[in-house]
T-cell receptor, first 109, second 114 residues
Framework: GQNIDQPTEMTATEGAIVQINCTYQ??????LFWYQQHAGEAPTFLSY??LDGLEEKGRFSSFLSRSKGYSYLLLKELQMKDSASYLC??????????WGAGTKLIIKP | NAGVTQTPKFRVLKTGQSMTLLCAQD?????MYWYRQDPGMGLRLIHY???????AKGEVPDGYNVSRLKKQNFLLGLESAAPSQTSVYFC?????????????FGEGSRLTVL
């Protein structure tokens, strides 16, 4: 079966760096997405990786290793507004998105 | 910009009642989707559409029907609601596949079935 694994919850301190991991097993691969979802709100797009390596966007970076079925989202200079759930999703060979359950990130002052 | 708009935002139903959730997008997107989100689980695709007049089943289609009569609208119907359909429903749209496949989500519709 297809599976996306990510930690359920993580805690970090304001101003610090946090890495949220995502491992996947899917039928084919057409890219990996990260979305941010604040409590009670809709998910919003953060990043897309289809080739191995690191993609940087401001304070957020996303890494992909297709051979290891692994990705991480790196958040630097954490701010209180980064408290949210972070969703990892993989597009399979049928161009269907398979979603992880999300990682709830709690930022403490 | 309105983006993706869902109505209603909240609804309480009794078992066996029917209802329709409406999704409207103003971005001229071809693809539209209906997801449900339950605690501890990833988003699960109910039905989707790759263009006006077309629909297809997703991962969890049972108990739901959809229609895409106009490109900008995607309706999700529950013919006979069950408590297991208590969930938050998200509509999303996109231009297409993979690299252009960033999803734009509506604000969600919270449905409770008693």
């Amino acid at each position: 079966g297809q599976n996306i694994d990510q930690p359920t919850e993580m805690t970090a301190t304001e101003g610090a760096i946090v890495q949220i991991n995502c491992t996947y097993q899917t039928s084919g691969f057409n890219g990996l997405f990260w979305y941010q979802q604040h409590a009670g709100e809709a998910p919003t797009f953060l990043s897309y990786n289809v080739l191995d390596g690191l993609e940087e966007k401001g304070r957020f970076s996303s890494f992909l290793s297709r051979s290891k079925g692994y990705s991480y989202l790196l958040l630097k200079e954490l701010q209180m507004k980064d408290s949210a759930s972070y969703l990892c999703a993989v597009m399979d060979s049928n161009y269907q998105l398979i979603w992880g359950a999300g990682t709830k990130l709690i930022i403490k002052p | 910009n309105a983006g993706v708009t869902q109505t209603p935002k909240f609804r309480v139903l009794k078992t066996g009642q029917s209802m329709t959730l409406l999704c409207a997008q103003d971005m001229n997107h071809e693809y539209m989707y209906w997801y449900r989100q339950d605690p501890g689980m990833g988003l699960r695709l109910i039905h989707y559409s790759v263009g006006e007049g077309t629909t297809a089943k997703g991962e969890v289609p049972d108990g739901y029907n959809v229609s895409r009569l106009k490109k900008q609208n995607f309706l999700l119907g529950l013919e006979s609601a069950a408590p297991s359909q208590t969930s938050v429903y998200f509509c999303a749209s996109s231009t297409g596949r993979a690299e252009s496949g960033e999803l734009f989500f509506g604000e969600g519709s919270r449905l409770t079935v008693l």
